[in-house]
């Protein structure tokens, strides 16, 4: 059974602060997503990642996809309060569409 | 556009009583999933439907969860009985197609999700 890990489960940052949400597994993804929960809403999707190495921007998102593709990571800049939330990532370990979730992180950020 | 409808939003139950959840998915999605959400816990794929046939089910506890989607469209979970352990968030997802053999891209679309709270 493939696993997911994400770090840390919970992270507490001032408005404007930097922050960065990790993502590991021990096997090979196929792709990877990133996905934000707020409450009482289902998850929304972020982005996706398949090539190695690659890297993609979102206004003041940044998700980087490791070498190996078997980490990634979600970095914010100049977090804001409506960046609170729930943010998960989610593998694909097969050719194929079933995804496996991490546990997620839960930002808040405090204005 | 319409997206993923669930009901009901919230379900309190006893345990050993039987419940139902109800989704339609955003038309025209051939592919729908049923997710269970533990609180501190990311989703977990319970069953995937390719129109009306299963895709997969392996992390469904056949003994008392079933669902269905006969006529491709819209999907019933149902929990019968229902255990302690069973308090989740219900979470219903679609997408267009489902790529067996390429490197899926296909976004899910989720809905709200049913909480689900047995005493």
């Known amino acids: 059974t493939q696993l997911l890990e994400q770090s840390p489960q919970f992270l507490s940052i001032q408005e404007g602060e930097n922050l960065t949400v990790y993502c590991n597994s021990s096997s090979v993804f196929s792709s990877l997503q990133w996905y934000r929960q707020e409450p009482g809403e289902g998850p929304v999707l972020l982005v996706t990642?398949?090539?190695?190495?690659e890297v993609k921007k979102l206004k003041r998102l940044t998700f980087q996809f490791g070498d190996a593709r078997k980490d990634s990571s979600l970095h914010i800049t100049a977090a804001q309060p409506g960046d609170t939330g729930l943010y998960l990532c989610a593998a694909s370990w097969e050719y194929g569409n079933k995804l496996v979730f991490g546990a997620g992180t839960i930002l808040r950020v405090k204005s | 556009e319409a997206g993923v409808a669930q009901s009901p939003r919230y379900k309190i139950i006893e345990k050993r009583q039987s419940v139902a959840f109800w989704c339609n998915p955003i038309?025209?999605?051939?592919?729908l999933y049923w997710y269970q959400q533990i609180l501190g816990q990311g989703p977990k794929l319970l069953i995937q439907f390719q129109n009306n046939g299963v895709v997969d089910d392996s992390q469904l506890p056949k003994d008392r969860f079933s669902a269905e989607r006969l006529k491709g469209v819209d999907s019933t979970l149902k929990i019968q009985p229902a255990k302690l352990e069973d308090s989740a968030v219900y979470l219903c997802a679609s997408s267009f197609v489902f790529q067996r053999g390429g490197r899926g891209n296909n976004e899910q679309f989720f809905g709200p999700g049913t909480r689900l709270t047995v005493l």
């Open positions: 038309s025209g999605h051939a592919t």
């Open positions: 990642v398949v090539t190695g190495g």
